[in-house]
């Protein structure tokens, strides 16, 4: 099925700078604003409304107490009173990274759910991030010159050291995968999440959308480039194709290039060369 020309996802500079910043709520608001574009479901003021009122009744909660307390009461309150909770970390289908869909079910992949989670510690003072650890579920909190790691697919319970080392060893990782992300990194990982689901079981449309802000944030993104590249050619916008396959080749080895890349950029010069062609004649004739 052909995708309709679809009008890019408005991103804004204000937008793009709460990529950059560390202010957790406009990457908050920055995920919402894209869900409720490529879904076209929900109120985006009201599921602001609903945000703010879980907020305000969190700060309530936590006021005077110190960060010992309000982890505890951050935690009864997330997975407890509002019953959020991760799905299997096989989930992949692109709802389970709808933040709609996480504060209408209470249920989401493990990387939302990650997000939301350090929205609300953030906003009760407490430096609990994401960190690189694939897959995400494993926060990072600083208190009192010291670290700590939360495993959210534990209702927020606090590793011991044994346990982070087992880690560590099992799956031969590197410290790097310990640091906390940044907004960047984070909304980078959760756009590729949602562009991998996307090519699963999304519609072109929606695809089209997250590859062109991934080639927003990145104009250099090569695998976004080819994938938009080859997304537009199987949807016959053969001169928007072009351009993205030229560009992915002006940075890549045509002879160390899958060869379905190679076949379908030839037939796109293929292609153009025959509308050079028969662009002269149909002047003339007329």
């Not at 869900?35 to 109120?43: E, P």
Request: with cysteine; net charge negative.
């Amino acid at each position: 099925m052909m995708i309709e020309k679809l009008h890019d996802f408005p991103m804004s500079h204000e937008d793009l700078q709460k990529i950059y910043s560390e202010d957790p709520c406009g990457l908050i608001h920055l995920i919402l604003k894209l869900d409720i574009f490529l879904n076209k479901n929900g109120d985006e003021d009201l599921l602001l409304r609903k945000i703010n009122f879980l907020t305000y009744e969190l700060k309530s909660f936590c006021n005077g107490l110190h960060e010992q307390d309000k982890i505890i009461i951050l935690n009864e309150y997330f997975f407890g009173a509002n019953n959020f909770y991760s799905l299997a970390e096989s989930s992949c289908l692109s709802e389970d990274l709808s933040l709609n869909q996480l504060f209408t079910s209470k249920k989401g992949n493990c990387l939302l759910l990650a997000i939301v989670y350090q929205y609300f510690a953030n906003q009760i003072d407490l430096a609990i991030y994401a960190i690189g650890l694939q897959p995400i579920h494993i926060m990072k909190w600083y208190s009192n010159k010291k670290c700590f790691y939360i495993d959210l697919n534990r209702q927020g319970k606090i590793f011991k050291h044994d346990e982070i080392l087992k880690i560590i060893n099992c799956y031969n990782k590197g410290q790097d995968s310990f640091d906390a992300l940044n907004n960047e990194q984070l909304f980078n990982t959760y756009l590729d999440e949602l562009i991998s689901a996307l090519e699963r079981n999304g519609s072109h449309e929606q695809l089209l959308t997250c590859l062109s802000l991934a080639l927003f944030i990145n104009e250099n993104d090569l695998k976004a480039l080819k994938n938009r590249g080859l997304l537009y050619y199987k949807n016959g916008y053969y001169n928007e194709a072009l351009m993205d396959l030229k560009k992915y080749f002006s940075f890549t080895d045509f002879a160390c290039t899958p060869q379905e890349i190679k076949t379908v950029y030839q037939k796109l010069i293929e292609i153009k060369k025959t509308e050079e062609l028969i662009t002269p004649i149909s002047e003339h004739l007329h």
